[in-house]
């Protein structure tokens, strides 16, 4: 009886790793091909997409009516890093290095 267990564990244990081996072979069609009237009126469909998307104008420039009352945006300080590494660097006596 033990010897029937330990089998049946190891079967159910194996099981998982065997399938993950396994070739994946798909035996379903994607689907039933089309007829050729299907596929003249799926070619004409689309035909008539990209004629209506052509005939959609092009976006214009969005009107902003309230542009012209903005100020201009606000200039951004020079940055202190440039104005601190012109000037003399002193050192524990006083005296300017170079």
Do not use: C
């Amino acid at each position: 009886m033990k010897l029937f267990r330990m089998a049946a564990v190891l079967a159910l244990v194996a099981g998982p790793a065997f399938a993950q081996e396994s070739p994946h072979i798909n035996l379903m069609a994607d689907g039933p091909s089309k007829t050729e009237d299907e596929k003249a009126a799926d070619a004409a469909r689309e035909k008539a997409y990209k004629d209506t998307l052509k005939k959609i104008p092009d976006a214009k420039a969005s009107s902003d009516p309230w542009g012209g009352m903005r100020a201009d945006p606000p200039k951004q300080p020079a940055p202190k890093a440039a104005a601190a590494t012109s000037a003399p660097k002193k050192t524990k006596a006083g005296t300017a290095a170079n």
